[in-house]
């Protein structure tokens, strides 16, 4: 492992705005985000596989009366976002450091107002670990509020096709849907912010000429 990693998983160590929970101890602030951390009562937003946070903060700069989320395993990452939202000043942003197979473990019902999956791995040969599977979506539905929103923003045909096929199958509710983004953004949206937040990985797959696309969809 190299010395930058190292210095960057000791330094989350100190920021008050990443929590690296013991998967075999309860968790403190489970059901508890709004009181113990942001000290408010407004929307939670959790970004999965969150990567370096790029939406977490830039939603997090863009709309002040949410609360957002980053959910993310490595931390030479969440490093980067978690430094971004300090250095920011951005009191609602945080970041939590595990795997999204235990993410049912640190909300309690109805705690979490919406979900984003940008640039979740498609898992071709393993459906089941799609982010937007069933089993996933189970876990979801264990803090996802009454109408909560799933979004999903994917260069990914596979991935993008298996989740239209759920919401077929299971009768959710979509909200949104665009097989060409940006191609279906107009001047002047206000949404025209929110998908102006690129990660890491979409500034790639844009550059290789990859068609971006999103649904948004209800599973209760």
Known sequence: MGKDKLRRFEAIKSFDNVFEPVREQ???HSGKWNENIFKNENPIVLELG?????YSVGLGSLFSDKNYIGVEIKGNRIYIGAKEAIDSKLNNVAFLRTRIDYIDSYFKENEVDEIWLTFSDPQPNKPRKRLTSTLFINRYRKFLKPGGLIHLKTDSSVLFDSTMEQIKLNKY????????LYAEIKEGEE???IFSIKTHYETLFTKRG?????????IN
């Open 191 to 193: 949404e025209q912010k």
């Open 26 to 28: 309860d968790f403190e």
């Open 50 to 54: 969150c990567g370096k946070g790029e």
């Open 210 to 218: 990859h068609v971006i696309k999103y649904c948004c969809f209800k």
């Open 173 to 180: 509710e979509l909200v949104d849907l665009r097989p060409d």
